[in-house]
Nanobody, 129 residues
């Protein structure tokens, strides 16, 4: 499975961006068996799980730092996931990478990085005036 991120860029504080991730390839299991989402990593900081959308029921979870501002959606037929980011803050500046994790639930939040099966290449988001 190959994941390709897009949609990053420069935005002013308070602005919005939508990130997209397109899946391709022929993994052992169909895409609808994978939990999907995004991690981010800011300079000098540890990687942070930002969002997750479950394979089974489409339930979602978010890091506390983005709750109420970010939403995530998936379209298994189109093999895409989207992260809508609103009311962006300078501290949201980071490289955002989508991921796929086989079979995990998102109830406890984004899965630990060690449970991720596939990663996107990342897209830069910069929030600055």
């Amino acid at each position: 499975l190959e994941l390709v991120d897009s949609g990053g860029g420069l935005v002013q504080p308070g602005g919005s961006l939508t990130l997209s991730c397109v899946a391709s390839g022929s993994p052992k299991f169909p895409l609808d068996k994978y939990a999907l989402g995004w991690y981010r990593q800011a300079p000098g900081k540890e990687r942070e799980g930002v969002s997750c959308i479950s394979a089974s029921d489409g339930s979602t979870s978010f890091a506390d730092s983005v709750k109420g501002r970010f939403t995530i959606s998936r379209d298994n037929a189109k093999r895409t996931i989207n992260l809508q980011m609103n009311t962006l803050r300078p501290e949201d500046t980071a490289i955002y990478s989508c991921y796929a994790s086989l079979g995990l639930s998102c109830r406890g939040g984004p899965p630990p990085a060690g449970y991720i099966d596939y990663w996107g290449q990342g897209t830069q988001v910069t929030v600055s005036s």
